[in-house]
């Protein structure tokens, strides 16, 4: 048996694991407008390709529905795979954005993101100690890396995905193809930890969680970029 984390294959012993990035991008949306004091969010991405699309629209479309005149800054590291390496553009990128208003920046750019990070923290913490600007980390839990100034993540759980599957195996139900995990299977979510837990009031979590249970329902339909 073998995984395929974000592809497909035909091949009937392969388990492509799919994630619905949009719906945990719409929920860090939220997070992001709601903590935002500018109105103005930023976006720094890897390419320019549809997978990117997808954080990118949940993204914008969680954030509106918080704030429907906020105003959000998209910017893409390159063209190349060099794209997803490149802090140093990452890092000139979200400093832009912030030069534009930016008050946190949601990164989907690889090691590129890391600039981003760098970026908030050159604008430093308040007089009652809260950073002054945020970044949200992506993929996995990275509210560690620079705590303080990383309001949250947007983590998928490979963890559940492959646990998942491994149980179809053992339990003789396994089936090759799309194995598709969003917020339903908790295939993404929102990380909370004693790093950013401080930064995210309880009613904000609150309407987060609202949210939540409304997209699993399907009474809330966040964009998939990606099938437009």
Known sequence: MIFEKDGT????????????????????????A??????VIGFLGGMDIGLIHRFNK???????SVNPNIKLITNYVGVTD???????????????????GADVIFTAAGNSGLG??????????????????????????????????????????????????????????FEGGFHVFGLDKDGVAYAMDDNNKPLIPQDVI????EARGKIVAGKIKVTDAMAQ
């Open 116 to 173: 981003a990070f760098d970026a908030v923290e050159q604008y430093g913490k308040n007089p009652q100690g809260e950073a002054n600007k945020f970044v949200i980390g992506v993929d996995s839990n990275q509210n560690a890396v620079k705590p303080g100034f990383v309001l949250t993540s947007m983590v998928k759980r490979v963890d559940n995905a492959v646990y998942d599957v491994v149980k179809e195996v053992l339990g003789g139900k």
């Open 58 to 64: 949940g993204y914008e479309e969680g954030a509106k």
């Open 34 to 39: 709601s903590k935002s004091k500018t109105g």
């Open 9 to 32: 294959t035909p091949k009937s012993n392969v388990a492509s694991l799919v994630f619905r990035e949009h719906e945990g991008s719409y929920l860090v949306g939220m997070i992001a």
């Open 82 to 100: 060099g794209a997803w390496n490149n802090p140093g553009k990452g890092k000139e990128l979200a400093l832009a954005q912030i030069e534009k």
């Open 206 to 209: 609150t309407k987060v969680e």
